[in-house]
């Protein structure tokens, strides 16, 4: 697998009583394989309807599309919400990573946050990572992962295509 499609998954989208099945016609439509996509969810969209969405974000799981829990911490977590989740990757929000090297509050949120996620077996994803110093504090305490301008700011689509070919 090269890699996947990430599509944000809004509150509302999770709780519309024909979410399912627009997803399934979605595939079907595309012909596209749910193991390419990557669903992102906040931590707030499970607390509208706690079980109605673990269960909902089980059978997605089943079906082969990526879970993951985007911006995490910045919500009202719940560590028994948490433990019972069909998720694959937690998403820490970039608040926590800004000026890391600086700040100890937030080495030891991340580095628990890190152990938590491992002990849960769930793939953790640093957000907003800018600098080598906080890539290599992050690659100290065991991340899985990072996205942030780091590698790259954002950048017009035949930018990326040449990038790409590049490489």
Known sequence: MQGRIAVNVSARQLIHPDFLKKIELL??????????IELEITESSILE????TINLLGKLRDKGFHISMDDFGTGYSSMSYLKNLPIHKLKIDQSFIRNIEAEPKN???VKTI????????????????ETIEELDLLNLYGIDSIQG???????????????LQSN
Do not use: D, R, S
């Open 27 to 36: 595939l079907e439509e595309t012909n596209c394989n749910p193991e390419w």
């Open 49 to 52: 309807n706690p079980q109605k």
């Open 107 to 109: 080495q030891l949120i």
């Open 114 to 129: 890190i152990a938590l996620a491992k002990g849960l077996e769930i793939e953790v994803l640093a957000e907003g990572v």
């Open 149 to 163: 301008y780091y590698y790259h700011k954002p950048m017009p689509l035949k930018e990326i295509e040449l990038l």
